[in-house]
């Protein structure tokens, strides 16, 4: 058993903690002189004392002893690291998502608002073919973005957990990337299938049945969640 370096242990674990000597000496019920001589090696804990000076700095009395934290210890700090990364590469893709399908929604909504109610033919002005496909690009590459975060995060989560992680940021996506698509959709039906009512009261029907189907996707998806949770 080295005492130097269980002391140096001792030391950088109270420091990790943002604890003094004095403070984790009240914690034990000691004096900060019996931590000071532990971390300069010049005594080592009594065998009383080493259970309850392990769970206040977060080892086992194993890896106290052995002055180190056991691989499977630094394993598991590895992947609570490597797991925060992920999260926050996820969150950054769909905030970058969110702004591309946004912008997708606004540019290609006001595109298709304008054109319906100032062309009569589907793509009469160039313009309109130019904003459509920026549009479309954009919302493609906001979708694309999101599901390689996504389908990443398989790394540390299995698939109910990803499931739930992703599932409401998904149908925000999708609602933003609905404008566009719909307003789209319905000005092409009408021009080549014409509709006995105008694009914008087809446009609302058409989001009417896009939300029930959201809510209906919402309950089934959480009740899964929940069925799942309490099988575990």
Request: charged share 20%; proline share 1%; glycine share 6%.
């Amino acid at each position: 058993m080295d005492t130097q370096k269980t002391g140096a242990f001792i030391a950088r674990l109270r420091k990790d903690k943002g604890l003094t000597q004095s403070a984790l000496a009240e914690k034990l019920g000691l004096s900060n002189k019996a931590v000071s001589k532990w971390e300069n090696g010049d005594s080592m804990p009594d065998i009383a004392t080493l259970p309850e000076l392990a769970k206040c700095l977060g080892v086992t009395v194993d890896e106290l002893l052995n002055g180190e934290k056991s691989e499977q210890a630094k394993i598991k700090v590895e992947e609570v690291a490597n797991e925060k990364n992920l999260i926050n590469i996820f969150n950054i893709c769909f905030a970058v998502s969110a702004f591309c399908c946004s912008f997708g929604a606004l540019l290609g909504g006001f595109t298709e608002i304008y054109s319906t109610l100032n062309f009569r033919i589907l793509f009469y002005n160039h313009w309109e073919i130019i904003f459509a496909a920026v549009s479309f690009f954009a919302i493609v590459i906001g979708n694309l973005i999101f599901c390689i975060a996504a389908i990443r995060l398989n790394v540390i989560y299995d698939k109910i957990n990803i499931l739930r992680l992703s599932y409401k940021k998904g149908i925000i996506l999708a609602f933003l990337s609905y404008v566009f698509v719909a307003l789209f959709l319905v000005r092409i039906i009408d021009r080549y299938l014409w509709l006995p009512i105008s694009e914008f009261i087809g446009f609302f029907i058409l989001t009417a049945i896009a939300v029930a189907i959201s809510v209906i996707a919402v309950k089934k998806i959480d009740k899964r969640l929940d069925n799942y949770d309490k099988k575990q």
